[in-house]
């Protein structure tokens, strides 16, 4: 049994601002590279961020501020965009992803359902997935509505999404291979998961969840400073069960 939480427990440490959550974890895994901002001469990150928040009437989370205005992350190809480079979904699709509004091969008209549309339309994008197809973490302002599909790869059956008590939006995934199901960040009542939680699914995704991908066919992974230390027992065949962690929802990589 390998735990992994040796290089997993700063992210989860509550009494700390999340930056330094970030910057710890990255010292210790060294599987995150942490920059100072990298901002064009004379802009500040507050500067850029308020721009954005006049242009999209929205008020960006806290947490998202700190991290994104305190360092520039990368993982691996993948990086969460600077400050200034921040725009909605939609933008990131048409301008940079090669996606059209209308016509052409890959026309978003067509691609997506109107309120897939219009949720890329007043979401912020700010992480990029570069790997196997261009994927995002995005935030929607508006949150969800009442029993909307989750899309959570492997879990069937559920409620749907339930509207937070506190209305802070919704974070979710989204990818070229399902671009017209985004997948919502919800906690195990199917609520909003909150900007902490999401921002730190990123690393949770791209880099726990690699670096605990078992060695051998007999090694059992857990991490016990996860607050949800999930494990699933799935069976390859008759009298054949197997035990994966699914603590970090990412189904390219554990499940």
Known sequence: MRDMAPIS?????????????????????????????????????EAAFQQLEKRLNVHLPAPLRQLLGGADIQIDVSFFRP???????????????????????????????????????????VFVEVGD?????????????????????????????QPATSDEGVWYWLHQEHIGEPELLLDDDYRPRNAEAALTNAFQR??????????????????????????????????KPQLWLRSYDYHYSLY
């Open 9 to 45: 427990a700063p992210l989860y440490d509550a009494s700390r601002p999340l930056i330094e959550r970030v910057r710890t974890f990255a010292e210790l895994s060294g599987l995150v590279d942490v920059d100072m901002p990298r901002l064009p001469p004379g802009t500040t990150a």
């Open 83 to 125: 400050p200034q480079d921040l725009g909605t979904v939609s933008e990131l699709l048409l301008k940079d992803w090669g996606y059209t509004a209308s016509g052409g091969k890959y026309p978003l008209d067509v691609l997506l359902p109107e309120t897939v549309r219009a949720r890329y339309d007043r979401s912020v994008a």
């Open 133 to 161: 197809g261009l994927g995002a973490l995005a935030w929607d302002p508006v949150g969800v509505s009442p029993q909307e599909p989750p899309n959570s790869w492997g879990d069937k059956g559920n409620p749907g999404a």
């Open 206 to 239: 791209f880099t726990l969840s690699q670096a605990s991908y078992p060695e051998t066919d007999d090694e059992l992974v857990v991490d016990t400073a996860h607050p949800r230390n999930l494990l699933q027992l799935n069976f390859d065949g008759p009298k």
